[in-house]
């Protein structure tokens, strides 16, 4: 168990000895440094003592409901959904509750390595820091109160109340947010699925048309929502 407080890289919470065992070894193995506990209550005190950069959690666990400990935690690191539930209709309410990625089982090394290395990529590379006015993601900032997208060589892009309000949002976490969660910002609770597409188009129109901005890609998971990544990161 870390120390105090102490950053971590991977959570894993899975009750099945063998498969958590070999979780930590392959992920150990692959440089990361690694904390596994079996259970939600234990998920729980692991994550009061430690930093976590990503959670690889089970649903089916012994305490717990694996969605519930997903909903209470996701706040503090990223969460990758780990199962034998592969049904569409499962995956699409893992991701609405949050979890960036849904691992079936069951999978192979090379899989695991790679996702857990992208989740934590997408927290490190994620907001630096964040202020009443501005945003800051990676070599990007948000201006809130200009309503303006700025790179890091000056170039920027002008937004409505809308775009910035949606940006703002998937800035903020390296997650799947839920089309709903979106169109209730946008529309004062009232919002519709819509009007986030809509908004989401001219976003990701505005980026095409600047060469500081065409890397970056605001991707749409069906039924579920939008999330936001760089492909030069």
């Not at 900032?141 to 200009?146: A, M, T, V």
């Not at 529309?187 to 976003?203: A, E, F, M, P």
Request: with cysteine.
């Amino acid at each position: 168990m870390c120390s105090l407080m102490a950053p971590c890289d991977v959570l894993i919470v899975e009750d099945d000895f063998a498969n958590k065992y070999l979780c930590e070894q392959i992920l150990r193995e692959a440089g990361f440094m690694v904390t596994s506990v079996a259970g939600y209550a234990a998920a729980r005190e692991a994550v009061r003592r430690c930093q976590f950069r990503v959670m690889l959690l089970d649903l089916g666990l012994p305490d717990g409901e694996g969605l519930d400990l997903l909903a209470e935690l996701r706040q503090n690191q990223s969460a990758i959904i780990m199962t034998g539930r592969c049904e569409p209709e499962q995956r699409a309410l893992g991701l609405r509750a949050g979890a960036v990625d849904y691992l079936v089982k069951p999978f192979h090394p090379d899989e695991l390595v790679l996702r857990v290395k992208r989740a934590v990529s997408a927290m490190t590379a994620g907001i630096g820091h964040t202020s009443a006015k501005h945003l800051h993601w990676g070599d990007f900032i948000l201006d809130k109160e200009r309503r303006a997208f700025t790179a890091a060589d000056g170039t920027s892009v002008a937004l409505t109340a809308g775009e910035t309000e949606v940006l703002a949002r998937l800035l903020r976490r390296p997650a799947v947010v839920p089309t709903e969660v979106l169109a209730d910002l946008v529309g004062n609770g009232v919002g519709s699925t819509r009007t986030v597409s809509v908004l989401i188009s001219r976003l990701r129109r505005k980026f095409r048309c600047e060469a500081s901005f065409d890397g970056i890609v605001i991707r749409v998971v069906r039924g579920c929502g939008y999330y936001i990544e760089s492909r030069r990161r």
